[in-house]
């Protein structure tokens, strides 16, 4: 466990250190499932077009939801995400992590990246699952 988790990270000792993500976690608890968030506001209105701007409301929708059932940030194990442009995303990942960092803080649970052709709201640029557990 660290300060910023409740759970355990789990990552082999003699392989390269994970940034910004975990390889795994261990955790107790109940589970949160938070199903695939993207871009747009309460009203479900895309308030910005901006990819990085996306994924800030994306990581703000998941808070509101894990809120919903007590949880906390800290609480997530597990955040699935699913990009329509590659490119993009690496290109601004210094955005990104600020984003990130702002919305979930210095957390970094069990990640999985997906570049996808397309999301099912056309003006989505990111969507994202988010796993969590809230240690009893």
Known sequence: MTASTPHQLLHPSHWKRAVGYANGMLAEGKTVFVGGQIGWNADQIFETNDFVG????????????????????????????????????????????????????????????VQVADLIEDEAKVEIEATAVIPE
């Open 54 to 113: 996306q994924i800030e409301q994306a990581l703000r929708n998941i808070v509101a939801v894990l809120h919903e059932a007590d949880a906390r940030p800290e609480h997530l194990v597990r955040l699935t995400w699913y990009v329509t442009d590659k490119a993009e995303y690496l290109t601004r990942l210094t955005d990104v992590g600020e984003a990130y960092r702002a919305v979930l803080g210095k957390h970094f649970p069990a990640m999985t990246m």
